[in-house]
């Protein structure tokens, strides 16, 4: 690892701050996934802002309509959430299957959606049950955070405070893990709300998580696992590599949502 | 050099550190507790677990700065000052949970925090997915799982004494 300057600031005002001045620096939530690529080399930044001492930044809250997650949550605390279990239970069942044990006591909400790997879960979820995204700037919706595989509409000084997720009529999620890595090959995020019906594919997208339209439109139809039979996957933006092809992961999201639309009942 | 002062098994301990130092390095090579084991050093292996404040953290993939203030515990932390073991610690001895040993130190204390966090009880295979970080390449799990399953029922007060395993 290079060396950093460190940084711990106690409010997102000082964190903008100094991320503000100085363009090399990375902001990190968890270090789940930014200690690792220090670890390797493979990015260089002048200091590292750490924001694990922004006590304003944890916590969960629930209202009539909505679950609003704060950005430094830990996927562990999402999971054991009597709350969240009770809103929209298959967010904290996703919440449990994230990484493993030590990766959901560090990992946080914020760091996952704002890194958007192509891989990780919680993109799912945020696209699927039409999340809204709180920086301390703005709010954004969903369908315009994720721009491309590890990148999002987040402005350089820009930092994710919280996600509000509207409370759904039903949901699921299903994915298939790398019997090594247990990295989401494909997983498929169905929700039925007041956004509508919303299916969200991560996992398999060469440019990240995206919706799949055409399943929506069969599933507004008809809400069961057999409208999606006739319902094909492009292979075209699709990943292949070493661990399933275009084809096979094409195959795959069929069967997750299938699975997650018999789940979510 | 920055100095980071925290609680490591009940009692207070500093080291100058660099920012780049991670909190198993700050463990072995600074307060020279070698119990916590490097395996992997990607995050994958968790022979490196430790806890950080109550919970279960691998200890390559923290900085040490980040535990300022912290209360770390690590295997060496676990027994009674008169060395009797931790209910985890002879179950792992009773039940030859190890062979090299190598993973042992963070398989230990990952089940120890997988145990704390489910007063419910745990399944067999709830056991199995609750060590999904942890990897053990000599004794296929089995009897790591037989470990656990009696270590949480004396940990629970199920029993008083740990169940024996079978001659």
């Given at each position: 690892?290079?060396?950093?300057?460190?940084?711990?600031?106690?409010?997102?005002?000082?964190?903008?701050?100094l991320?503000?001045?100085?363009?090399?620096?990375?902001?990190?939530?968890?270090?789940?996934?930014?200690?690792?690529?220090?670890?390797?080399?493979?990015?260089?930044p002048?200091?590292?802002?750490?924001?694990?001492g922004?006590?304003?930044?944890?916590?969960?809250?629930?209202?009539?309509?909505?679950?609003?997650?704060?950005?430094?949550?830990?996927?562990?605390?999402v999971?054991?959430?009597?709350?969240?279990?009770?809103?929209i239970p298959?967010l904290?069942?996703?919440?449990?299957?994230?990484?493993?044990?030590?990766?959901?006591?560090?990992?946080t909400?914020?760091?996952?959606?704002?890194?958007?790997?192509?891989?990780?879960?919680?993109?799912?979820?945020?696209?699927?049950?039409?999340?809204?995204?709180?920086?301390?700037?703005?709010?954004?919706?969903?369908?315009?955070?994720?721009?491309?595989?590890?990148?999002?509409?987040?402005?350089?000084?820009?930092?994710?405070?919280?996600?509000?997720f509207?409370?759904?009529?039903?949901?699921a999620?299903?994915?298939?893990?790398n019997?090594?890595?247990?990295?989401?090959?494909?997983?498929?995020?169905?929700?039925?709300?007041?956004?509508?019906?919303?299916?969200?594919?991560?996992?398999?997208?060469?440019?990240?998580?995206?919706?799949?339209?055409?399943?929506?439109e069969?599933?507004?139809?008809?809400?069961?696992?057999?409208?999606?039979?006739?319902?094909?996957t492009?292979?075209?933006?699709?990943?292949?590599?070493?661990?399933?092809?275009?084809?096979?992961?094409?195959?795959?999201?069929?069967?997750?949502?299938?699975?997650a639309?018999?789940?979510?009942? | 050099?920055?100095?980071?002062?925290?609680?490591?098994?009940?009692?207070?301990?500093?080291?100058?550190?660099?920012?780049?130092?991670?909190?198993?390095?700050?463990?072995?090579?600074?307060?020279?507790?070698?119990?916590?084991?490097?395996?992997?050093?990607?995050?994958?292996?968790g022979?490196?677990?430790?806890?950080?404040?109550?919970?279960?953290?691998?200890?390559?993939?923290?900085?040490?700065?980040?535990?300022?203030?912290?209360?770390v515990?690590?295997?060496?932390?676990?027994?009674?000052?008169?060395?009797?073991?931790h209910?985890?610690?002879?179950?792992?001895?009773?039940?030859?949970?190890?062979?090299?040993?190598?993973?042992?130190?963070?398989?230990?204390?990952?089940?120890?925090?997988?145990v704390?966090?489910?007063?419910?009880?745990?399944?067999d295979?709830?056991?199995?997915?609750?060590?999904?970080?942890?990897?053990?390449?000599?004794?296929?799990?089995?009897?790591?799982?037989?470990a656990?399953?009696?270590?949480q029922?004396?940990?629970?007060?199920?029993?008083?004494?740990?169940?024996?395993?079978?001659?």
């Open positions: 690892m290079y060396d950093f300057a460190y940084h711990r600031p106690s409010s997102v005002a000082d964190a903008v701050k991320l503000a001045s100085d363009p090399d620096a990375k902001v990190m939530s968890g270090g789940m996934t930014l200690i690792p690529t220090l670890k390797q080399r493979l990015a260089k002048s200091a590292i802002v750490d924001l694990s922004i006590k304003d930044l944890v916590g969960i809250s629930v209202s009539g309509s909505a679950v609003t997650i704060k950005a430094m949550t830990t996927h562990a605390a999971a054991a959430s009597a709350e969240v279990k009770k809103a298959a904290a069942a996703m919440a449990e299957h994230i990484g493993d044990a030590q990766v959901r006591n560090r990992g909400i914020g760091g996952s959606i704002a890194n958007h790997d192509p891989a990780a879960d919680y993109p799912g979820a945020v696209l699927a049950l039409g999340a809204t995204v709180h920086t301390n700037k703005r709010k954004i919706a969903a369908d315009d955070f994720f721009t491309g595989m590890f990148s999002t509409a987040l402005a350089p000084d820009e930092i994710v405070t919280a996600v509000e509207p409370i759904p009529e039903k949901a999620y299903v994915k298939f893990p019997p090594a890595s247990r990295y989401a090959m494909v997983g498929v995020f169905v929700a039925k709300g007041p956004a509508g019906v919303r299916v969200a594919v991560t996992g398999a997208g060469a440019n990240g998580v995206f919706r799949h339209t055409a399943m929506e069969a599933l507004a139809k008809n809400w069961s696992p057999d409208a999606l039979h006739d319902v094909g492009a292979e075209e933006g699709l990943n292949g590599d070493i661990h399933a092809s275009k084809e096979y992961r094409a195959h795959l999201v069929g069967v997750m949502a299938k699975r639309v018999a789940k979510a009942g | 050099m920055p100095k980071v002062s925290l609680t490591v098994n009940g009692k207070p301990a500093s080291a100058e550190v660099e920012n780049r130092t991670l909190l198993v390095e700050l463990l072995r090579e600074h307060l020279r507790l070698t119990g916590t084991h490097v395996g992997c050093d990607t995050s994958q292996c022979a490196c677990v430790v806890h950080v404040n109550g919970a279960s953290v691998k200890a390559c993939t923290m900085l040490a700065v980040q535990c300022e203030g912290a209360e515990v690590t295997i060496e932390g676990l027994a009674a000052p008169d060395g009797t073991l209910p985890m610690q002879e179950a792992f001895r009773e039940y030859h949970a190890l062979q090299c040993g190598f993973c042992t130190p963070g398989m230990v204390m990952s089940a120890i925090d997988l704390q966090r489910n007063p419910q009880g745990l399944s295979r709830e056991i199995r997915e609750g060590l999904e970080g942890n990897l053990c390449r000599c004794t296929g799990y089995h009897n790591i799982v037989r656990i399953a009696a270590a029922q004396v940990m629970h007060g199920k029993v008083k004494e740990l169940p024996r395993a079978a001659e």
